[in-house]
T-cell receptor, first 111, second 113 residues
Framework: KQEVTQIPAALSVPEGENLVLNCSFTDSAIYNLQWFRQDPGKGLTSLLLIQSSQREQTSGRLNASLDKSSGRSTLYIAASQPGDSATYLCAGGGSNYKLTFGKGTLLTVNP | DAGVIQSPRHEVTEMGQEVTLRCKPISGHNSLFWYRQTMMRGLELLIYFNNNVPIDDSGMPEDRFSAKMPNASFSTLKIQPSEPRDSAVYFC???????????FGPGTRLLVL
């Protein structure tokens, strides 16, 4: 059974700092790894999806990496802004439709 | 497109009452998911529909929970009778068959007293 862990549970940084969020998973037979953003009182927004055959994906200031052998993924946010404050969740996708979510990292970017 | 639409956004009810949550997926999406999010357990898949057919309901906690999808544009999640431990945020998500990206609705925050 896939288990996904995110550390730290919360992170506070000053504006402009580059930061890394971590995600680990137990089953290396992962189909894809997805990163989502959740704002308070809102649903989840998909940020990046990395297929199992890929090593990384980039979108603007975001870069996500995937290392299946070590069971790890990272989300790198460059030049953080207060608007980046949110909870970031990673999810491991199985060969079927199922996503197994971590509990998220609450990011606060202070002006 | 308006995105995934869920109603109501908030629901407060008393233990023992029936609760019905509603979802309208994005037009053209043929897969629909119901999730539950709590502080303790995080985000968990309850049930998955493909082309209006329930494919996997192994995440449904017990018989008090039921879900239907009578057509491609509407789904319901019903809890009868509701209990305080059902208090959570319930999300609906949809996707197309050719994509792995799920699009989430804003959620229904349920409080059972």
């Amino acid at each position: 059974k896939q288990e996904v862990t995110q550390i730290p549970a919360a992170l506070s940084v000053p504006e402009g700092e580059n930061l890394v969020l971590n995600c680990s998973f137990t089953d290396s037979a992962i189909y894809n790894l997805q990163w989502f953003r959740q704002d308070p009182g809102k649903g989840l927004t998909s940020l990046l999806l990395i297929q199992s055959s890929q090593r990384e994906q980039t979108s603007g200031r975001l870069n996500a990496s995937l290392d299946k052998s070590s069971g790890r993924s990272t989300l790198y946010i460059a030049a953080s802004q207060p608007g980046d404050s949110a909870t970031y969740l990673c999810a491991g996708g199985g060969s079927n439709y199922k996503l197994t979510f971590g509990k998220g990292t609450l990011l606060t970017v202070n002006p | 497109d308006a995105g995934v639409i869920q109603s109501p956004r908030h629901e407060v009810t008393e233990m023992g009452q029936e609760v019905t949550l509603r979802c309208k997926p994005i037009s053209g999406h043929n897969s629909l998911f119901w999730y539950r999010q709590t502080m303790m357990r995080g985000l968990e898949l309850l049930i998955y529909f493909n082309n209006n057919v329930p494919i996997d309901d192994s995440g449904m906690p017990e018989d008090r929970f039921s879900a239907k999808m009578p057509n491609a544009s509407f789904s319901t999640l019903k809890i009868q009778p509701s209990e305080p431990r059902d208090s959570a945020v319930y999300f609906c998500a949809s996707k197309t068959g050719g994509s792995e990206t799920q699009y989430f609705g804003p959620g229904t925050r349920l409080l059972v007293l």
